[in-house]
């Protein structure tokens, strides 16, 4: 199929496209069909982790979908549990096998360890590795400040190719996008469509659903597309990757059809004026083992 995506290029000249697919919160079942579905829709990048518990699905799913491998971008990401000691190899090798492929297009750290960071930079190093072996097309991190990525490039040798981070009107994450645009790495929005406030909505003091802010609502109405639609077209016009999510067939093509309109530069800042500051998930400063303790079972 041929489409009208957007293709951007990262820092080390792997070629992707700007809108991928995600299945955070899909369960397996709803992982096949959907990933199914959105690769015979068009999307060509699926963006899944071990943390997910669907990485064997997203792999079936690609097999149903009759698509050759070959056409299309894998990300997936290394969880906490896997950083330290000779777990990174092991947390790496386990993804391979459970999608049952023999390299994936990205691989990121999920989440930085601020109060272990040896162990970031360690699992960072395997990464590199991995690069260089051929297994992994690009690397990158997510949920990375701009300090993070200061003390990741003051030992590592690879500037990160993306920074996948919580991007969506309500929670902008600016200073992290400047940093990311200063050292030439793709910020990736998660939560692009501000999911996490309406399956989490006691996070984010009351930031609520962006789908109904009559800035959103308006331009929507302008254009004659969905709420959705306009937020993911702000994310492509501004120059990012976003990975909206969604197990229902009617959204998951909704949320491509976003190729036959572009937003004025005003409009765009009109929705930059959103950010409330908040963000809903959390704060990757407090991210380690011990705050978060689930453990990927790699067996
Ligand atoms: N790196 C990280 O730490 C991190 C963290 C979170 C997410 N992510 C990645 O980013 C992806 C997307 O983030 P997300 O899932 O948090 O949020 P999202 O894509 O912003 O929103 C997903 C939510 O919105 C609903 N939805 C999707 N399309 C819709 C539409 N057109 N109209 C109305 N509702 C719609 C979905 O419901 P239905 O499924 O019921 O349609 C789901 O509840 C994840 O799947 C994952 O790949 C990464």
New binding site residues.
Partial sequence: MTTNQITVTLNNGLAIPALGF????ASPEDTVTSVTTALQGGYRLI???ASYGNEREVGVGIRRSGIDRSEIVIES?LWISDYADDKPEVGFEASLRRLGVDYVDLYLL??PTPADFDDTIAAYQLLERKLAEGKVHAIGV??FSPDHLTRLLDTVDTVPAVN?VEV?PYFTNATVQHADTTLGILTQA???????H??RPSDGAGAGNV?ENPVITGLAAKYGK?P?QVILRWHLDEGRSA??????AN?IA??FDVFDFTLTSDELAAIDALDTGLRG?PDPELLNTRTFPRAVDNS
């Fill in positions: 995600g299945v955070f919160q963006d899944t982790a990401k999920h989440q997510a949920n996948q969506h998660w939560s692009p469509i501000g999911g996490i309406r399956y789908f969905s959705a990975l909206p999510k969604s197990t229902h959204r909704e949320n998930g």
